[in-house]
Every structure is written in structure tokens, then in C-alpha cells.
């Protein structure tokens, strides 16, 4: 019997497996170079790259410096960009979309872009974003629209020629640090929205052509430091709410146009450093409360216009370096308590100027409020009065 067998012919096809998807597109200076990353490469650069001047696409070294525009590619689908997404691309000044899909934006997105001055739209459906959104872009002097869940840190922070209005939005709850700080030609009103309840460090810190009405709502608990440090071109009546209970260092320090009536609230128990530091136009009558009970290094120290009768209440228990330092017009009375003659600091720098560049005192400081052996327990207590510089302590 003859058997016969079946034979099956196989054929093998080779199958290529598909290219990456292309996550987003690069244009280079020169318009002829384009580079198109996969989520690999997209993901070194926010990584490996983030603190180079350099990307590296398929083992190809490029400069960041290089890159002029960016497009978001249809094979982009992720809902999160990663951190230091366009961090220092220096050139890069097209306009992009970001997609809508994006839900988290992480921190440095558009850091140290300093040619980057395009619209941009932070879409609806994004409920985070990292800090330095748009931190060091110094040419940026665009509208934006603060998403309602509000901006990480450093959001403006160091945006030098940014000088547009803009609204927090009124579901923000806290204002993140350093939002506008060094935003040096920012001059708009600003309103504080009634459901914020902390402003963080550095809030218009550093904004020097700064000069507009600014209110803190009764809602605001808490203010960080640096509220409007080196603001040297405000002056406006500036008022802190009764529900604030504490304020940060250098509140108003080296707002060198500053001469507005400034009421401490009953609320605050202690004076941080620095508070008026450096405020050499301000000469207006300050009232510390009766419920102070410590007063922080530099209270006024540099106020070199600053001459009105000056009280320091019986709750006070500490009072740091510095506290009228250089205060050199300072003519008018100094109350202090007996209680507080223990809380000064030792360092002779806290009633008078010690600087090798001191004038020639005609009168020293008139101390009232306390008896002749409380006022020479307080000669002992800052011993070098008699010394030139100093001013010397004279009661009344």
C-alpha cells in the first residue's frame, strides 16, 4: 500500500513592526532642519537634557539654542508634559498650541525661554501646573488667562518686560510664592479675589515700576515674605485686614517711594524682619499694638526721613538688631516701656547708626516713658552710647 502524505508549503512574510508615533516637531534656525521626536526622545529631553544647552535626537546632538519652533505632532496623546519640557530653548519664538488633551502641565514648561514672547492658552481641561510655567521668560509681554485651579510657583517669576492686566481667577484659594516677583515692568491693578485666604513669599517682590491701589482682602490669614519688597515706585495707601495674624519678612523693605499711612493690625503678635527696612521716603506716625510682643532685626532702620514720636508698648519682649538704625532726621521722642528696656537686642546698632559715614549728631535720642534708674538700666544695656557715632540715649 502506497501511502501519500500531504506537503504544506509554508511562505514567511516578514512584518516591520510600525515606526514610532511622532510625538512633536522641532524647527531649527536655519528652517531646513526638522526634527521629529518620538515619545523616547521627547522624554530624554525633559530628563537627561533638562539642565544642558543640548538635545540629542537619535544620537544627533542639537542645541537648544537652535530650536525656533515647536509643533505638537498627531501622535501626541499623553495628558501629562513633562518637567523642563522647553526649559532654556532660547530662541524658540513661534506660536503652539498645547493640545487638549493635556491635563498636567510639570515645572520649567517655557523656563529661561528668554526670546519667547507669543499668545499662549492654558486649555480648560489642565488641573495642574508646576512651578516656573513661565519663569525667566524675559521677553514674554502677553494676555494670560490663570487657569481656575490657579499656577504653581515662580508662574511670572523674573517676566522683566511683562506689563499686562491680569485676573486671578475667584476659585484661587492661595496665592503660590513667587508669583510676579522681579516682573520689573509690571504697572497694572491687581485684584486679590475675596477667597484667598494665604498669599505666598514674593508676591509682587521686586516689581520695581509697581504703583497701583492694592487691597488684601478680609479673607487673607497669612502674608508671606517679600509682599512687595523693592517696589520702589509705590505709594499707595496700602491697608492689612484685622484677620491677618501673621506677615512674613521684608512686608514692605526698600519700597524707597513709599510715604502712606501703614496700620499694624491687632491681630499680628510678631513684627518680622525688616518691615519698613530702607523705606527712606516714609515719615508717617506708626503705632505698634499692645499686642506686639516681638519685633523682628531692621523694624525701621534706613528710614532716613522718618521723624515722628515713636512708642514701644509693654507687651513687646523682644525686639531685634537694628530697630531705628540709621535713622538719620529721627528727632522726636522714643517711648519704651520698662519692660521692654530687656527685650532690645545688645547690639548697638538698635537705637542710633554706627556706620563709619555717621553725621554729626546735634541732639541724641530722646528716650521718654521711664524713670532715672530704669533709664540708666538701659545705658547699660547698650553700653557704647558715648562713643562717637553713636547717638547718644537722653531721657526727657
Known amino acids: ?25 522641532l524647527t531649527l534656525d536655519d528652517d531646513r532642519t526638522v526634527l521629529a521626536l518620538t515619545d523616547a526622545d521627547v522624554s530624554a529631553c525633559c530628563t537627561t537634557a533638562a539642565a544642558t544647552t543640548n538635545i540629542i535626537v537619535n544620537g544627533t546632538t542639537f542645541a537648544k539654542s537652535k530650536v525656533v519652533a515647536i ?43 528668554t526670546s519667547f514672547n507669543q499668545l499662549l ?18 521677553s514674554f509681554n502677553q494676555p494670560i488667562t490663570i487657569p481656575n485651579i490657579g499656577a504653581g510657583h ?38 486679590i479675589p475675596n477667597c484667598v485666604t494665604s498669599i505666598g513669599n514674593g508676591f509682587l517682590g521686586g516689581c520695581t515700576s509697581f504703583n497701583q491701589p492694592i487691597t488684601i482682602p478680609s479673607t487673607v490669614t497669612s502674608i508671606g515674605n517679600y509682599f512687595l519688597y523693592s ?21 514692605l523693605s526698600d519700597c524707597t517711594s513709599l510715604n502712606q499711612p501703614i496700620t499694624i493690625p491687632n491681630t499680628i503678635t510678631k513684627v518680622d524682619d525688616t518691615f519698613l527696612y530702607g523705606c527712606t521716603s516714609f515719615n508717617q506716625l506708626l503705632t505698634i499694638p499692645n499686642c506686639v510682643t516681638s519685633i523682628g532685626n531692621n523694624f525701621l532702620s534706613r528710614c532716613t526721613a522718618f521723624n515722628y514720636p515713636l512708642s514701644i508698648p509693654n507687651s513687646v519682649t523682644s525686639i531685634g538688631n537694628a ?22 537686642s545688645n547690639d548697638n546698632n538698635t537705637l542710633s547708626n554706627t556706620t563709619s559715614t555717621a553725621p554729626t549728631y546735634t541732639s541724641g535720642i530722646k528716650i ?29
Open 71 to 113: 509643533e505638537f505632532a498627531h501622535g501626541w496623546s499623553s495628558n501629562t508634559i513633562l518637567d523642563f519640557f522647553l526649559g532654556e530653548f532660547t530662541s524658540l519664538n513661534k506660536p503652539f498650541n498645547i493640545p487638549n488633551c493635556v491635563t498636567s502641565i510639570g515645572s520649567y514648561f517655557l523656563y529661561g525661554c
Open 231 to 251: 517696589c520702589t515706585s509705590f505709594n499707595k495707601p496700602i491697608t492689612i485686614p484685622s484677620t491677618v495674624t501673621s506677615i512674613g519678612s521684608y512686608f
Open 323 to 344: 530697630f531705628i538704625y540709621n535713622t538719620n532726621n529721627f528727632t522726636e521722642i522714643l517711648t519704651i516701656s520698662p519692660s521692654a528696656i530687656n527685650a532690645l
Open 1 to 25: 500500500m502506497i501511502v501519500k502524505t500531504a506537503t504544506r508549503v509554508i511562505s514567511t512574510k516578514v512584518i516591520s513592526e510600525p515606526a514610532p508615533p511622532v510625538k512633536l516637531i
Open 154 to 191: 515662580n508662574f511670572l517669576y523674573g517676566c522683566t518686560s511683562f506689563n499686562q492686566l491680569l485676573t486671578i481667577p475667584s476659585t484661587v484659594t492661595s496665592i503660590s510664592t513667587y508669583f510676579l516677583y522681579g516682573c520689573t515692568s509690571f504697572n497694572q491693578l491687581l485684584t
Open 121 to 138: 492658552t492654558i486649555p480648560n481641561c489642565v488641573t495642574s501646573i508646576g512651578n516656573s510655567f513661565l519663569g525667566g521668560c524675559t
Open 368 to 396: 521718654a516713658g521711664l524713670t532715672s534708674t530704669e533709664f540708666t538700666q538701659l545705658q547699660t544695656k547698650l553700653p557704647n552710647r558715648t562713643i562717637v557715632p553713636y547717638r547718644k540715649l537722653v531721657r526727657v
